[in-house]
């Protein structure tokens, strides 16, 4: 396949889970397994190693000349938010097979194995983990712990993956080495920067820092027409006034953003005072302390809601990472090669979280990105222009050939 191939595969891949809102594919679910199916097929086709393991990360591997050394990992994941565009996570792991390809075309031997990988469930939007192939690949969770994880359905991991519909791939051999001499993402920019600098590569500085929350607020139910305002212990009156305090909170502290994405009302009657709430809470900064602020201002809303309006509530962190640097030679490594494609990139950190956060720290890690048209993401609208998708897979392409002799000798 050429150089266009990526404008194609990113077609092929955004059928897959294609609905009216956008892209659905969650990991182990029957149209993330084909997308991970088709990365398999793009795998055999060129020639490369698959391999699996057992969180379903699936890996295609490149050879080098040195057999024995650790692999240079390009990757990035499959799985998409519920309403996801064809570009989030696809065009890294698309573009790492494109730019494998690429280097086979012009003849190039590097010293390490590079294999292109596909993160399983990046966006934790079934299982509740984010980077969750990611966190067992480089040990920052435990595979038991993983594999345990519930959806919201009820079902365990571990049994969606040993599943038919949305399981491992069968007759993938197993992988279990996690020895990594590097680690590059392509990823879309997600956000306004580069589209609004008019600058076409980014090299990322560091991903922020984010913590992964569930709050529940319980009150007392009852009947909407008889219980009198002043003698109700409504929960979701305090989740307003708990949300607003989040909302200022990381106003006030400056470089931080807090989102509650779901929001959940039971018993869910409209003409019943709610028992409970439960809602998310997704708080990002560089800065750590931030993030702390945040997380304070959310708990001491919490205690004002419980004393004023009679209800209990909890608060219970399902995910924390500190902010991710890339490392400094990697991204010098990434700017010498798209300077020698006589391309302009600027430093630009990242707001989004990436599986880079994880591989970061069990290797030197850096990422590329292109710009987003309108900086928009997680929305069926994610866009970029064919010509920014090309010339990121030329700057990946680049950036291995670079990386791989910056490695040397280990
Ligand atoms: O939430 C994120 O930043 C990523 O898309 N999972
Ligand atoms: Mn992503
Ligand atoms: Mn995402």
């Not at 199916?37 to 391999?51: I, N």
């Not at 399983?120 to 993983?146: H, I, K, N, Y």
């Not at 809303?301 to 030679?329: F, H, I, K, Y």
């Amino acid at each position: 396949m050429n150089e266009k191939a990526i404008v194609a595969r990113l077609a092929q891949l955004a059928e897959i889970g294609k609905h009216a809102g956008g892209i659905d594919r969650a990991l182990a679910t029957p149209q993330e397994r084909r997308a991970r199916e088709l990365f398999a097929k793009w795998a055999r086709d060129g020639g490369y190693a698959l391999t699996q393991d057992a969180a379903g990360n699936l890996f295609a591997r490149r050879a080098g000349a040195r057999t024995d050394a650790a692999p240079i990992l390009v990757g990035s994941h499959l799985d998409t938010v519920p309403t996801g565009g064809a570009y989030d996570g696809a065009y890294g792991v698309a573009g790492a097979m494109c730019a494998l390809e690429l280097l086979d075309r012009r003849g190039i031997t590097l010293q390490h194995p590079a294999e292109a990988v596909a993160w399983a469930g990046e966006e934790g939007s079934r299982f509740p983990l984010g980077c969750l192939g990611s966190s067992a690949f480089t040990g920052l969770w435990r595979l038991e712990d993983v594999l345990a994880l519930s959806a919201s359905d009820g079902v365990m991991l571990r049994d969606a993956l040993n599943s038919a519909a949305g399981g491992l791939l069968p007759d993938v051999p197993a992988r279990d080495a996690q020895r990594t001499a590097a680690y590059l993402e392509l990823h879309v920019e997600q956000g306004p920067v580069l589209e609004r600098g008019g600058v076409p590569l980014g090299v990322v500085t560091a991903i922020a820092g984010q913590r992964r929350y569930s709050i529940t607020i319980e009150g007392e139910s009852g009947h909407a027409g008889t219980v009198p305002m002043q003698l109700r212990n409504d929960p979701l009156g305090a989740a307003a006034e708990v949300v607003l305090a989040i909302e200022s909170s990381a106003r006030d502290a400056g470089e931080t953003v807090a989102t509650i994405g779901r929001f959940t009302v039971e018993p869910g009657g409209t003409n019943v005072i709610p028992a409970r709430v439960i809602f998310s809470l997704d708080v990002r900064s560089p800065l750590d302390d931030r993030v702390s602020m945040v997380e304070e201002a959310a708990h001491r809303a919490l205690e004002t809601a419980q004393r004023q309006r009679r209800v209990q509530g909890s608060m219970e962190c399902l995910e924390a990472r500190p902010p991710a640097p890339m490392d400094e030679r990697m991204r010098a490594a990434v700017h010498r090669a798209i300077t020698g494609m006589n391309e302009r990139a600027i430093d630009i950190p990242s707001g989004a979280g990436h599986d880079a956060m994880c591989l970061a720290r069990i290797a030197p890690a850096a990422m590329i990105f292109v710009p987003s048209i309108g900086g928009r993401s997680h929305v069926g609208a994610e866009r970029t222009a064919d010509a920014d998708l090309e010339r990121g897979v030329e700057a990946l392409a680049a950036a291995i050939i670079e990386v791989d002799a910056a490695l040397g000798e280990n």
